[in-house]
């Protein structure tokens, strides 16, 4: 059974940093480019980061270039996300997204809340 549980989330002040991360089970994880969406409050859901299925290339969101960095360990089947210097721009659910490298089959974590907010 193929799963993805986005966990970590939280409330933080501005300024503050988490490290969320997403645990996988059920697919060859190796094989899929892992990425972060996120989705605010009345907003759709945006592309913030990206990692190859090796780790080895990673692409981000403009604005949230230089303050987050997206990683991936294929020894525990896991993805994370570490948020630095956050916003309150940066509340929203964030949800976890494999990605098979020839197939684009797609699954998707059920989110994790982040808030910044002093």
């Known amino acids: 059974q193929v799963q993805l549980v986005d966990s970590g989330g939280g409330l933080v002040q501005p300024g503050g940093s988490l490290r969320p991360s997403c645990a996988a089970s059920?697919?060859?994880?190796?094989?899929?480019?892992m990425s972060w969406y996120r989705q605010a409050p009345g907003k759709e859901r945006e592309l913030v980061a990206t990692i190859t299925n090796t780790g080895g290339s990673t692409s981000y969101a403009d604005s949230v270039k230089g303050r987050f960095t997206i990683s991936r360990d294929n020894n525990k089947n896991t993805v994370y996300l570490q948020m630095n210097s956050l916003k309150p721009d940066d509340t929203a659910v964030y949800y976890c997204n494999a990605r098979h490298v020839y197939y684009g089959l797609d699954y998707w974590g059920k989110g994790t809340l982040v808030t910044v907010s002093s």
């Open positions: 059920g697919f060859t994880f190796s094989n899929y480019a």
